[in-house]
Antibody, heavy 120, light 105 residues
Framework: QVELQESGPRLMKPSETLSLTCTVS????????WSWIRQSPGKGLEWIGY???????TYNPSLASRMSMSEDTSMNQFSLKLRSVTGADSAVYYC??????????????WGQGTLVTVSS | DIQMTQSPASLYASVGDEITITCRAS??????LNWYQQKPGKAPQLLIT???RLQSGLPSRISGSGSGTQFSLTINNLQPEDFATYYC?????????FGGGTRVQ
């Protein structure tokens, strides 16, 4: 059973860079898409992006200009950086595993989520 | 972006009821539609993929239907563990997008 665990700061100040890491245990990172999804009361569930196939990535255009994702398959980890955060970036951040199948992308495994609050 | 609109936003039900949640896509998404269940303080869990494929181990009282732009999730004989929030998600194109959720209480 694959398990995902987010790690990173919980409290940030506006304009800082958010860095989150997801550690994947119990399975290989091969053959899947590895994603970040966030959830805030105001905007519901928002897909941030995914990384796959030795570092290729696709980002949500709404965040693409200030984010990047990376992976370290030797450590079974992938990461998110989000620059210039504001209060609108306060949310629960989930890392997740996505299956790519003929009928699209299915989020079949989620981390427990980590609450990130941006406040001065 | 493909917008996903769920209705109702919330509904009241009792054990044993049948409920139906609808999800409408702003563009046709064929059968690229998934459903998730989320309980308070927990991450969402995948329920149904490709409109109607129930995930392994889940009860058959949960079903999905639809195609194109109109979809629905139905739960028959509602059980206590079914009281949760449900989300649809389109997987037709990126950015992947979710509906606003339906709280079943």
């Amino acid at each position: 059973q694959v398990e995902l665990q987010e790690s990173g700061p919980r409290l940030m100040k506006p304009s800082e860079t958010l860095s989150l890491t997801c550690t994947v245990s119990g399975g290989s990172m091969r053959s899947y898409y590895w994603s970040w999804i966030r959830q805030s009361p105001g905007k519901g569930l928002e897909w941030i992006g995914y990384i796959y196939s030795r570092g290729s990535a696709t980002y949500n255009p709404s965040l693409a200009s200030r984010m990047s994702m990376s992976e370290d398959t030797s450590m079974n980890q992938f990461s998110l950086k989000l620059r210039s955060v504001t209060g609108a970036d306060s949310a629960v951040y989930y890392c997740a595993r996505i299956r790519g199948v003929s009928t699209g992308f299915e989020v079949d495994n989620w981390g427990q989520g980590t609450l990130v609050t941006v406040s001065s | 972006d493909i917008q996903m609109t769920q209705s109702p936003a919330s509904l009241y039900a009792s054990v044993g009821d049948e409920i139906t949640i609808t999800c409408r896509a702003s563009h046709t998404i064929s059968t690229h539609l998934n459903w998730y269940q989320q309980k308070p303080g927990k991450a969402p869990q995948l329920l149904i993929t490709a409109v109607s494929r129930l995930q392994s181990g889940l009860p058959s009282r949960i079903s999905g239907s639809g195609s194109g732009t109109q979809f629905s999730l139905t739960i028959n004989n509602l059980q206590p563990e079914d009281f949760a929030t449900y989300y649809c998600q389109q997987s037709f194109s990126t950015p992947l997008t979710f509906g606003g959720g339906t709280r079943v209480q």
